[in-house]
DNA sequence: CCGGTTCGCCGAACCGGTTCGACTTCTCCG
DNA sequence: CGGAGAAGTCGAACCGGTTCGGCGAACCGG
């Protein structure tokens, strides 16, 4: 069991002569050029101690000329953060909608302003291992979770791993979860009456497709529930449609509403890309919008603006909501213990062009009877 | 000068109560449960050296009760690798086309399953603090780089730099980069052979947005060029059009030829954005698709599956490009001094319903004399 | 029974930063 | 002139991994 310790200088690896040779761009190199330690020069960049302003001089000369940038992983290591944050996707099977992609964006945007990197996590699917490699290696100091289902696992997951984080959508009651959200409920309620306003009495709800709200997704329930309570309030009558997330379904859904239901002249919609599609079935069906039909709902601004006529709708603000979850992820970062806030937002209804009042009963019944 | 170091045990910090209280789950703690040294459980977890069946299993087992994972920052100090590559993106405010959003979307497809992370980073426009944190503070092992402009700082930056990278289109020549890019000259003229197979003898090519193509963005340059040498072979008149990269755009511009250039039958295009303003200004005009007028281009298959009538186009192989890309990455990340490759997709056109016959002479011009 | 190999494990150096205690020097004040 | 205090710097420990040289024991053939 004894070993022999007088050779063990002999073996002890030269400083000069590392195992990689790399490029000798570290803050020891600095420091011997700047003749002054390495502490120091730690000291000289962050400003945590006092140096004086010959030393630090010399060393900010030396650093512009060899434009040297402290190594991220190290100073991670070190300081027990990583200045990432964890930005966890839908799957990019499941097509991004435009909104979550403006949001996507608007993070990155957010994250940059605050020097913060963002790594990209597609979860669900698969490929949980990104998902797990990001909450459990300490790769990122916080989390942004999108598209949270009503019962979700990867909430309690981050929870588990005492990560901070915050929701993109929220689940069905949880007090101690921090998220931000869009009012479908509200907003969706909101469009009904204005559309009841103007005179409709038959309205639809375009909403997501089958297997999204059959999987919890919050903003097709809410968007449901909102969309009731409208209905009943007006003593309307109101018919829901679970359209696939794209052009064709969109054009499929709307033509068979116009002909089982000719009686119905308004939708509210928060299926954005099936909104061709829409257009195209009213198109052919030769109801004008908004003469004959009238259209709301809740989209990301662009779409609404694509759109003609350009629609009245509640345009998702997807860069205030990327700002805020950044601000509330930021803050539960620096004190995990800060209580969980929920930021329901409301924009205000944009009005545009494609609603307008309801035409007089039996002129809706007539137009389409060319068809059958 | 003298220091007394009589005391320098009395200062030593003991290992047990660090700086931080943190997890005090690290392969230390591992080794100290299972009985072994750090440097058995390293080797037992990447198996660089053969550790006995019994150790080993005694070491999984402290692991899977600890759920333990290594620290990502460390284990890239030691390694000298991050296990994560950079995705340069175009700033947010250019809104991102559907063919760049699949290729981001599959760039983090294909990473995940190669146990990459993705580090995204907006650049041009005023944040390049982002791209400049990622090539010289060590945060990502390689680079893909999106949307090569014909001259390109940052491609020098990240030479400079020594990071390897792999570019999303090819500045004019460089044979040391290293890119994957989709032949637009080639696949444009091939949609004009095609028209020009049908009888077609005006046509026009719907290009990009004038700042993008002056500020030398590649596939806008290649695309003109690829238009006028089939155009000169198949002696046809030809007609350019720059038009903004959203529907509203599309709508103006096409409804100006429609009304200028009235004798054009047939557009060939690689502005997907301004596709369903293409189509609601050729429904206006009374012009059907493909009776009267034919469309064929390079699009993304989603949009050309959603377009009604199908489009006639060469599917842009997104997720191919990506895996492409990546894969040559990682050649050069392994090995920088890998000959750089050029790769130029060159994906079939697929016949869909949205070109036929040209009309007859004589007929095109006729029908939209009612407008005028 | 002995020298050489192989196997399995350990201790220490190292990656490149940050931070803390302590030392030297300089200044100020009684 | 001496002691206190502040300013500026340094050395070393530390973050949590990987890797390398080396050692003891078991195993081998002659």
Request: hydrophobic share 40%; net charge neutral.
């Amino acid at each position: 069991m004894m070993r022999l310790w007088s050779n063990r200088f002999v073996y002890r690896r030269m400083t000069t002569t590392g195992r990689r040779a790399g490029s000798g761009m570290n803050i020891g190199e600095i420091a011997r050029r700047a003749g002054v330690s390495r502490s120091t020069v730690s000291y000289a960049l962050s400003g945590k101690r006092q140096v004086s302003a010959g030393t630090r001089k010399r060393i900010m000369e030396v650093i512009d000329e060899l434009g040297y940038r402290p190594n991220a992983s190290a100073r991670a290591l070190a300081e027990g953060r990583t200045r990432t944050i964890g930005l966890v996707i839908p799957p990019a099977s499941n097509r991004l909608t435009h909104m979550q992609l403006d949001f996507v964006a608007s993070v990155v945007e957010v994250a940059a302003q605050a020097d913060l990197d963002v790594l990209l996590s597609p979860s669900g699917g698969d490929h949980d291992r990104s998902f797990e490699r990001l909450v459990s290696e300490s790769r990122v100091d916080g989390v942004i979770l999108m598209e949270i289902r009503i019962e979700d696992a990867r909430v309690s997951r981050l929870r588990k791993a005492r990560m901070p984080f915050v929701g993109i959508g929220h689940p069905s009651q949880d007090e101690q979860l921090c998220w931000v959200d869009v009012d479908y409920a509200g907003l969706i309620d909101h469009c009904v009456h204005h559309l009841a306003d103007l005179g409709h009495r038959h309205v639809a709800l375009l909403n997501r497709s089958p297997e999204l709200v059959a999987s919890g997704y919050g903003p097709g329930h809410r968007a449901r529930a909102g969309f009731m309570q409208a209905v009943e309030e007006r003593g309307l009558t109101g018919l829901e449609l679970l359209c696939g997330d794209d052009a064709r379904s969109g054009q499929e859904c709307i033509a068979e509403l116009l002909r089982s239901h000719p009686e119905v002249t308004a939708l509210a919609t928060v299926n954005e890309a099936a909104l061709p599609g829409v257009q195209r079935a009213l198109a052919e069906a030769d109801r004008h919008i908004p003469r004959d039909f009238s259209i709301s709902g809740v989209v990301a601004d662009q779409w609404a603006e694509d759109f003609r006529p350009a629609l009245t709708a509640a345009d998702v603000p997807a860069a205030t909501m990327a700002a805020q979850a950044m601000s509330l992820l930021i803050d539960r970062i620096k004190d995990p213990a800060t209580p969980a806030q929920h930021l329901l937002m409301s924009p205000p209804i944009t009005l545009r062009s494609s609603t307008a009042a309801a035409p007089p009963p039996g002129s809706a019944d007539a137009t389409p009877s060319a068809d059958g």
